[in-house]
């Protein structure tokens, strides 16, 4: 079946008790057991529940992966994925990655959990050379948030299986509608279903996707052991509204590249970051790897800091606030916000700069949108 109607069906008609038709939700911290000795496949909602599993054999269907963890949050995802490293293992993460996934990167390894470096996934010799240093795990952002660069997935994941690296990949930006990460090499794909997935902004999650059962087998023990585990009813809200996922990504798409044209010529925006563009240095890539460029974007506003808080303090239907994926728009200032616990200097080099402003662009009209940004941009411009 098409991606579309898998996630229409997931878990439709799967009632045995009273065949309903949507799955029911199975609250119950346990489960009766028939008897002492005798284990049955649900008895502790930690270990296992109905309903989480509905959402990760969906998650699972979508990835192309051979199970799934669904976690508390996508910081419990990654939180859950970089257990699988030892003191001694190495892990390589790009330079400009999420600000809380960099700021977790960093605070770990500096307990000594495992080995850190940060490095240009973008540089193809960057990369080559890192692994010479025989990495046990490479972590990929793509797009990267904020400035939306694109990595070379199945470039960077061959050469990782060449020294026994596991490929982890982020791919909350795109959902599984738009990249398949697992299907270009990576080990492990990975979401904040608070975002795209759910995508009506009432439920924080995440997911861990793997197409490798002894991976599962370790990511399985570690949610279990840390209780990184999703709770029933948001894993029933988020399947809810990943039943919508391709509806709302095509439409959003469509108001984004709109969005991106409408900025790129503007005279009062100094650059655009959007793969669909083909300014985009990353464009080449973008269009090989993904079935669609997304509903992320980010530009610099010209001038100074006081032209950033005068353009956002004039939206009307883009509202400031942190989080993304949404069937409404949100505009996000990175430097003071998703991306401040970077620090400075990790900011500057990422590109993290005070001019810079992230959409998430929604499935409001198009119209609407563009006149919103329009009048904004034409009052710092007065």
Avoid at 27 to 45: A, C, P, R
Avoid at 167 to 196: R, W, Y
Avoid at 265 to 282: G, Q, R, T
Wanted: glycine share 8%; proline share 4%; aromatic share 6%.
């Amino acid at each position: 079946m098409k991606k579309s109607t898998l996630i229409v069906q997931a878990g439709i008609a799967h009632d045995a008790a009273h065949k309903s038709v949507i799955p029911p939700i199975y609250l119950s911290s346990t489960f009766e057991m028939d008897g002492i000795g005798e284990h049955s496949k649900y008895e502790y909602s930690r270990t296992k529940n109905p309903t989480r599993d509905e959402l990760a054999n969906a998650i699972t269907e979508l990835e192309g992966g051979v199970g799934a963890c669904v976690t508390s949050s996508g910081m419990a995802a990654l939180t859950l994925i970089i257990h699988l490293l030892n003191p001694d293992d190495l892990l390589i993460a790009p330079f400009d990655c999420y600000g809380r996934s960099y700021r977790l990167l960093c605070a770990l390894s500096e307990k000594g959990h495992f080995k850190l470096k940060f490095i240009n996934q973008y540089d193809a010799d960057e990369v080559r050379q890192s692994f010479k240093a025989n990495p046990k795990m490479v972590l990929i952002e793509s797009p990267s948030n904020p400035v939306m660069r694109i990595a070379d997935i199945k470039n960077i994941a061959t050469q990782a299986k060449s020294c026994g690296a596991m490929t982890v990949c982020d791919n909350t930006f795109l959902s599984p509608m738009l990249q398949q990460p697992l299907e270009l090499g990576a080990d492990i794909s990975f979401h904040s279903t608070t975002k795209f997935i759910n995508g009506h902004g009432d439920v924080v999650g995440g997911c861990v996707v793997t197409n490798d059962s002894d991976i599962l087998t370790d990511l399985e023990f570690w949610a279990n052991s840390l209780g990184l585990i999703g709770a029933p009813f948001d894993s029933y809200m988020t399947l809810r509204g990943m039943r919508t996922l391709e509806l709302r990504i095509t439409r959003a798409q469509e108001n984004a590249m709109k969005i991106a044209e409408m900025l790129d010529a503007h005279e009062m925006v100094s650059a655009v970051y959007y793969p669909a563009l083909k300014s985009h240095p990353n464009h080449d890539i973008a269009r090989a790897q993904q079935s669609g460029f997304g509903a992320m974007l980010s530009f610099d506003v010209k001038g100074d800091i006081g032209n950033v808080k005068k353009f956002v303090d004039r939206l009307e239907i883009f509202r400031l606030a942190q989080s993304l994926g949404g069937t409404e728009s949100l505009i996000n200032h990175p430097a003071t916000m998703t991306h401040v616990s970077m620090g400075e200097e990790a900011r500057a080099k990422a590109g993290v700069t005070d001019n810079l402003l992230r959409l998430s662009v929604g499935i409001e009209h198009m119209d609407d949108l563009l006149n919103d940004l329009n009048s904004a941009l034409k009052h710092i411009g007065n």
